[in-house]
């Protein structure tokens, strides 16, 4: 089954404690990307990734960083979280037609 | 940049057939797409236009029209597990994609 998984679902942390959101796929797409999704503004790219060890900045890149090590892993990192990063975070794996979205991540940063 | 415009909500009774809307701006893309989002869940994707015109998928049906900068997605014969969000999404290169900010659709009895 083609299948996209993230974790953890659901992560409530403290301001600067370092974390990483993990993010997988098993269609052995090339192409993945993370978004936020905040109430109101709807999925903005954080950074995408071309292939292993390409990847690029979306529309809001500040604050995350991203690795693409292997072709079936993209990981989020968090070095610094601050509370404006609370919000709803989605791993996505792309064929040139279609995206393949993870179940999501509810973040809190208090 | 990129940017795209859809109504924030639209009423729609059940049995009915309803046009969402979605304009852009932008320098150049390969495709628009659109993709539902039901309260809770992560967007599924629907359908995508690479070329001007209709393309359907059982209920659901695309437009674009690339004179215009403006596409649709039609729903038919509604039901009410249609009621969900649906974005529009311009794919430029190297697959950056930007999406619109979303239609709350509800779908009436």
């Known amino acids: 089954e083609a299948q996209v998984t993230q974790n953890p679902r659901y992560l409530i942390t403290v301001t600067g404690k370092k974390l990483t959101v993990t993010c997988s796929q098993n269609?052995?797409?090339?192409?993945m990307s993370w978004y936020r999704q905040d109430p109101g503004l709807g999925l903005r790219q954080i950074y995408y990734s071309m292939n292993v060890e390409v990847t690029d900045k979306g529309d809001v890149p500040e604050g995350y960083k991203v690795s693409r090590k292997e072709k079936r892993n993209f990981p989020l990192i968090l070095e610094s979280p601050s509370p404006n990063q609370t919000s709803l975070y989605f791993c996505a794996s792309s064929s040139p037609r279609e995206q393949y979205f993870g179940p999501g991540t509810r973040l809190t940063v208090t | 940049g990129q940017s795209l415009e859809q109504p924030s909500e639209v009423t729609a009774v059940e049995g009915a057939i309803v046009q969402i809307n979605c304009t852009y701006q932008?320098?150049?893309?390969?495709?628009l797409s659109w993709y539902q989002q039901h309260d809770g869940g992560a967007p599924t994707f629907l359908s995508y236009?690479?070329?001007?015109g209709l393309e359907e998928t059982g209920r659901f049906s695309s437009f674009l029209s690339r004179s215009d900068s403006y596409g649709y997605l039609l729903l038919q014969e509604l039901q009410m597990k249609d009621s969900a969000s649906y974005f529009c999404a311009l794919t430029g290169g190297y697959q950056k994609v930007t999406f619109g900010t979303g239609t709350k659709l509800q779908v009436i009895p």
């Open positions: 236009n690479a070329l001007d």
């Open positions: 269609m052995n797409h090339e192409y």
């Open positions: 932008t320098s150049g893309f390969y495709g």
